[in-house]
């Protein structure tokens, strides 16, 4: 029987990057997936700072820039057209090292992800292969797959298997888990258009219309692409919706079918759900087939890479040194809490499109003279998991440093933790540990000075694991941490 190191169950966003991050780390990767093609229908157009570092970490930014433009934010308006609501994304570059906001075709993600893992010898991609049973054992687990053509069934082992699987996910259903869900359900037609010409009255931001009537959405997309969404009844018939005469009738505001043409339409049940488990011995699920949430705010996706960023330097971790229950464990405790945040907010996002919640989407809302209200988007630390609950660094993202000639540091930790010592402190460090010369970095003493630490250890997702206070003994401070570091 074929034993792989790593195995992956769906290649989507999610599975795409997981075996990215995993090949990355040297290890062997097989992706088993269901379908030929690539998801025909509207999905993602949105992500942020955060996941185009994952995606720098991958190495696929250069080509991928290409197939994005900036996004410059969203306005909420009401049913009398006036602005009650502005959620500007600046642009100018975060501590992430990327705009604060892209917009893109997921099928163009994916495309770039394939292609990228097509150049790894130490991965292999089974496309028409449905996984139907997985199994749990001491040291591996068991997966058996059809293939969706000849009906072949096969079966391999597997030291670690991430169910990336979507919605309807095998692996969580294998796992005797529930989906609880946090109340928001919502039927929504979802149509994309390309404009056959440049339409210069469109709006270049999104727009939500916040209308108890006809709750929608409208996304200037990259190119000549452009989105619109909106909300429909239960009794509604969904054959009507999705005709073509329904909808230009729907878009007659805006355009008609000589200025543009319809690519792809659909009818979505947007739900917001987060499963109980997350890991089953070896087993994990990560993506949409761990939570779900309603697109108005573009981080469904983003979760899902979140999560893989989090587990795959975990799992390469257990590879490298010893199983660590403990360490895979933080997976769920880490990811959770962050996850919730997002679905939530979303959730309240959409309360307030349905003209039925308030505005107060985040904690984050202020207020202008003329009256109008602006919120900042959300970034919410990780929950409980790695490192000292008591330090106020931990759990925080930390920036992307660069030296004056663009060297970036991201570079130095993509496989392993890092140990940065501020430039006051003048020790040796073991050889055995990553380590690297802070002073080169542009902003890093600053930054040292102002979380008031001496030391801090970032992991390969980019989250600082721990800092040592100034009162603090060194030594002991990376005696504490050795097994992450080593
Ligand atoms: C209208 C809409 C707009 C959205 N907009 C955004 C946005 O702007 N930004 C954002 O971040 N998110 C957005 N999302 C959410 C985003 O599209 C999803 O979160 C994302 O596609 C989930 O990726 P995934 O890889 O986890 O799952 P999927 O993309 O669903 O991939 C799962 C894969 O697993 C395969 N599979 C399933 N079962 C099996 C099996 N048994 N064996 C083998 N393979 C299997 C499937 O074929 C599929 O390829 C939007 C979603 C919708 C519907």
Known sequence: ???????????????????????????????????????????????????????????????????????????????????????????????????????????????????????????????????NKIKNFKDYVKINFKNVIN?????????????????????????????????????????????KKEKKNLPDRTIQFSNSKQPATYCRNVGKRRRWEFAIRNNQSEKKILSNSYIWNFLKPWLNNNEAFIERKTIYTFKSAISRKWKKGRFFIAGDAAHLMPPFMGQGMCAGIRDVSNLAWKIAKCLRSKHSEKLLKTYQSERFSNVKEYVETTMRMGEFVNAVGSDQITDNISSANDGTKSM???????????????????????????????????????????????????????????????????GLSNYFEISNSKAIIVRPDRFILNSCSFSENLNNFIKKNLFILT
Not at 410 to 439: G, V
């Open 151 to 195: 009906n072949n069934l096969e079966e391999i082992k597997s030291k670690y298997v991430v169910g990336c699987d979507g919605a309807n996910s095998i692996t969580r259903s294998q796992m005797n888990t529930k989906m609880d869900n946090l109340g928001f359900t919502q039927k929504w037609a979802v149509v994309d258009l390309i404009l």
């Open 376 to 442: 900042q988007s959300i970034k919410p630390k990780l929950g409980q998991g790695l490192g000292n609950k008591t330090d106020k660094s931990r759990g925080k993202i930390f920036p992307q440093f660069k030296t004056r000639n663009g060297y970036c540091l991201d570079e130095k930790f993509s496989k392993k933790p890092i140990l940065l010592l501020s430039p006051k402190i003048k020790i040796k460090i073991s050889k055995k540990l990553n380590s690297t010369n802070s002073k080169n970095y542009m």
């Open 1 to 131: 029987m074929k034993e792989y190191d790593v195995t992956i169950i769906g290649l989507g966003p999610t599975g795409g990057t997981l075996a990215n991050l995993i090949a990355l780390q040297g290890f062997s990767v097989l992706i088993l997936e269901r379908e030929k093609n690539f998801y025909p229908l509207p999905r993602a157009v949105h992500f942020d700072d955060e996941i185009m570092r994952v995606f720098q970490t991958i190495g696929i930014t250069k080509d991928f820039l290409k197939h994005t433009i900036i996004n410059k934010g969203t306005k909420f308006v009401n049913s009398k057209g006036k602005i009650v609501l502005d959620w500007p994304r600046p642009r100018t570059v975060t501590e992430n090292g990327w705009y604060p906001s892209y917009r893109f075709n997921q099928p163009d993600l994916e495309k770039q992800l394939r292609k990228k893992l097509n150049k790894y010898n130490n991965v292999q991609i089974k496309q028409n292969s449905e996984v």
